[in-house]
């Protein structure tokens, strides 16, 4: 199983509103991602975990909270976002954070729409 | 820090011919990674190959090789006998070994496979 899965495919929220978008592997990968990528441009790195506990923040807001409830599940939590923040969100895993030969895989992506 | 540079504008390929997209690379290190990955319309970003700096022989992937110059920090990617599915994004991608761990993307390249 080399799959990484993501839901929701698609959100359409309000600044207001409080969602979550959800990422899991089974591929027994210790490091996980959050990239955020605008049309027509490479992903931006937003976060890292590795085994489980946060590595990279990449100065992302404060509206968006990273969770890692265990070691196949990764979840991001927006709140109060802005219109700025529409976006192609992808989620990704390799088997470790350093080391070579660590190709990250990715999901689907959530294409998220902020009103 | 590590650059990826794509530059070619949009390409149209006819279906059966072979494509090469360019990458080259920018990097102080002498241990590192070398990705490509290609994003349909759909937004998924889907790993194609990979290429460790100290490997002597060409990457290859079924219809997917990877035209590895060290010299020249270069890194192609050839695709042979086009297919109409192959109609996508293509970022070439970076990442050291040890140290910074981020992926490191180029631009990309557009590519439209043309019946």
């Known amino acids: 199983d080399t799959e990484v899965t993501q839901t929701p495919k698609h959100l359409v929220m309000g600044m207001t509103n409080k969602k979550s978008l959800k990422c899991e592997q089974h591929?027994?990968?210790?490091?996980m991602y959050w990239y955020k990528q605008k049309a027509k441009k490479p992903p931006e790195l937003m976060f890292v975990y590795s085994y489980e506990k946060l590595s990279i923040n990449e100065s992302v807001p404060s509206r968006f909270s990273p969770e890692c409830p265990n070691s196949s599940l990764l979840n991001l939590h927006l709140h109060a976002l802005q219109p700025e923040d529409s976006a192609l969100y992808l989620c990704?895993?390799?088997?470790?954070?350093?080391?070579?030969?660590?190709?990250?895989?990715f999901g689907p992506g959530t294409r998220l729409t902020v009103l | 820090a590590q650059k990826i540079t794509q530059t070619q504008p949009g390409m149209f390929v006819q279906e059966k011919e072979a494509v090469t997209l360019d990458c080259t690379y920018d990097?102080?290190?002498?241990?590192?990674?070398l990705f490509w990955y290609k994003q349909p319309s759909s937004g998924e970003m889907i790993f194609l190959i990979y290429?460790?700096?100290?490997?002597?022989q060409n990457a290859t992937e079924g219809r997917y090789s990877l035209n590895f110059q060290k010299a020249r920090k270069s890194a192609n990617l050839v695709i042979s006998a086009s297919q109409l599915g192959d109609s996508a994004m293509y970022f070439c991608a970076m990442r050291v070994t040890y140290g910074n761990n981020r992926l490191a993307f180029g631009k990309g390249n557009q590519v439209v496979v043309i019946p």
């Open positions: 990097t102080s290190d002498q241990s590192y990674g």
């Open positions: 990704a895993s390799s088997q470790d954070w350093v080391g070579p030969n660590n190709e990250q895989f």
């Open positions: 591929m027994g990968h210790r490091a």
């Open positions: 290429q460790g700096s100290y490997d002597e």
